[in-house]
Structure formats: structure tokens, C-alpha cells
């Protein structure tokens, strides 16, 4: 099982957003059998078979094991991953694009960087999964408290100034066979967790 996978398939995404599937996601974390899930999702058991059969054709769930218990055969199935990620592919007619508005300092435009990032991350590791390969990636995650506006002004600036620079210098256009790179940089508001409330 991954631990996060992107879906950009639009039918796989409309699979996953219904309720009671999102839930059958969610229990079969470990697997389970249509009759295990029914007990605990409180749906009879054919309700439950008809929603898996849902997921698996879409890759969500997967078969584990399959069991004989007298005429009947118990599949075990599990979830393909322990947490999805709804790419903007799913939606491409409407997916987010930060150049048509490009507002450095507004959160809509954060949020069209953020989206073209899970479309293209999820693009990058589904082409190295098919070609059995690792995409190579960094990834930077900090808390900063300011004490004042100014602060968080002067931050940005001096952040923008010091990407700026790495990018100058290590950025080359002449590289044979070098191979471009997205850097993003983000600071917004922090949003409490359940846990923080």
C-alpha cells in the first residue's frame, strides 16, 4: 500500500467522493471482506460488494486474498493507498492556472501554484511508477512566527532575494542534458489542526 497516491483520473475521482465509498477507503486500511466492512459501515453485505467492485475498477482497492469458507469465496480487499489526492487533471477543463492571473501576494494565486504542483507532482509519479523509477524531489515544511507585519514583509523580501540569488546561481541554460526544475516557495497563514483545537 502507498502512503498517498493523486488521482487524475476524472471517473475515479467522481468513484472516491462518494461518501460511503470514501468511508469503505478508510476501513480498508488493513484488509477486510465485503462481510467484514458490511458490519462495520452498516450496509448489507451486496450494497458493500457493489461499491468495492466500484473502487477496484477504478484502482482504489485492491484484491489481498481470497479465501474459501463452503460454497462462498471471501475476497479480502484492501486500499491501494492510505490517503488519495484529487489531481487538478481531474477537473482540466477548470483546473486552476497561476499565469492567467499572477498576483504574487494573493492567496487564489498561492492556491493555483499549489494546485499546478499536485498536477504536476502527481504526473511525475505516475509516469515513474509505470517506468518502475523514483522521481527525484525536495521538499522544505516550517513554522515561522512573526512578531509584526513589518516582520513578515522583511521576511519575504529577504527570502525572495536569497531564491533569487541560488536560482542566478546555479540555473544554466547551456546544460546538456540538464533538466529543468519548478522551485516553489509559499508562506501563508498556518491553519490549526484538529489536534491544535
Known amino acids: 500500500m502507498l502512503d498517498v497516491t493523486v488521482i487524475e483520473d476524472p471517473a475515479a475521482a467522481e468513484v472516491c467522493m462518494d461518501p460511503v465509498r470514501a468511508r469503505l477507503l478508510a476501513e480498508?486500511?488493513?484488509?477486510?471482506?465485503?462481510?467484514?466492512?458490511?458490519?462495520?459501515?452498516?450496509?448489507?453485505?451486496?450494497?458493500?460488494?457493489?461499491?468495492?467492485?466500484?473502487?477496484?475498477?477504478?484502482?482504489?482497492?485492491?484484491?489481498?486474498e481470497e479465501r474459501r469458507k463452503g460454497n462462498v469465496t471471501e475476497r479480502l480487499m484492501r486500499a491501494t493507498a492510505a490517503s488519495y489526492v484529487i489531481s487538478p487533471l481531474a477537473l482540466a477543463a477548470?483546473?486552476?492556472?497561476?499565469?492567467?492571473?499572477?498576483?504574487?501576494?494573493?492567496?487564489?494565486?498561492?492556491?493555483?501554484?499549489?494546485?499546478?504542483?499536485?498536477?504536476?507532482?502527481?504526473?511525475?509519479?505516475?509516469?515513474?511508477?509505470r517506468a518502475g523509477k523514483r522521481v527525484a524531489t525536495y521538499g522544505l515544511d516550517a513554522t515561522i512566527r512573526f512578531a509584526s507585519a513589518a516582520d513578515r514583509s522583511a521576511f519575504a523580501e529577504e527570502l525572495t532575494g536569497a531564491v533569487a540569488a541560488l536560482v542566478a546561481k546555479y540555473h544554466d541554460d547551456a546544460a546538456t542534458g540538464g533538466r529543468e526544475h519548478r522551485v516553489i516557495v509559499a508562506v501563508h497563514p498556518s491553519v490549526p489542526t484538529e489536534k491544535e483545537n
Open 94 to 129: 477548470v483546473q486552476p492556472d497561476p499565469d492567467r492571473a499572477p498576483d504574487r501576494l494573493s492567496a487564489r494565486w498561492l492556491l493555483a501554484v499549489a494546485a499546478r504542483l499536485v498536477r504536476e507532482i502527481g504526473v511525475l509519479i505516475t509516469g515513474a511508477s
Open 28 to 64: 480498508l486500511a488493513e484488509p477486510k471482506s465485503a462481510t467484514m466492512l458490511a458490519g462495520s459501515v452498516g450496509l448489507p453485505r451486496q450494497k458493500v460488494n457493489y461499491h468495492l467492485r466500484m473502487l477496484e475498477q477504478h484502482g482504489l482497492v485492491e484484491l489481498v
